[in-house]
């Protein structure tokens, strides 16, 4: 079985929260906790509640144990991007790309 829990639109690059996740994924949910607890990346703050969420999802729905729960699965994929004009020399304007992701996270049980 798996839990699963996404977060949608969040105002960070996909870029930056690639590398978050890749120091989380096949670790267990509790050391996941506590990488994301002590690293310092913007991307922490979005997925330590997301990964509390799909605990809390795991746990309620599918009656599943948190102590035996590992992040399976975790991935970001690219959302809306929103464009703003910055002024430029000469009366110019140049374009600002503002991304945003949405983030999956996925956990699991092991094997026993």
């Known amino acids: ?3 699963k829990a996404h977060l949608r639109h969040v105002r960070i ?3 930056k929260v690639s590398i978050v996740l890749d120091l989380i994924r096949n670790e ?3 050391l996941a906790r506590s990488i994301l ?3 310092d ?3 922490c703050k979005y997925l330590l509640p997301l990964l509390a969420s799909a605990v809390a999802n795991a746990q309620n729905n599918k009656n599943m144990n948190p102590e035996d729960l590992y992040v399976a ?3 970001v994929c690219p ?3 929103l464009k703003r004009m910055r002024p430029g020399p000469k009366g110019r304007s140049f374009r600002i790309l503002k991304r945003t992701s949405h983030i ?3 956990l699991k049980e092991k094997e026993s």
């Open 28 to 30: 267990s949910a509790e």
């Open 41 to 43: 990346k913007a991307a």
């Open 13 to 15: 690059s996909p870029r």
């Open 73 to 75: 699965e975790c991935f």
């Open 1 to 3: 079985m798996e839990a």
């Open 79 to 81: 959302g809306k991007t």
């Open 104 to 106: 999956t996270v996925v």
């Open 37 to 39: 607890k002590y690293t």
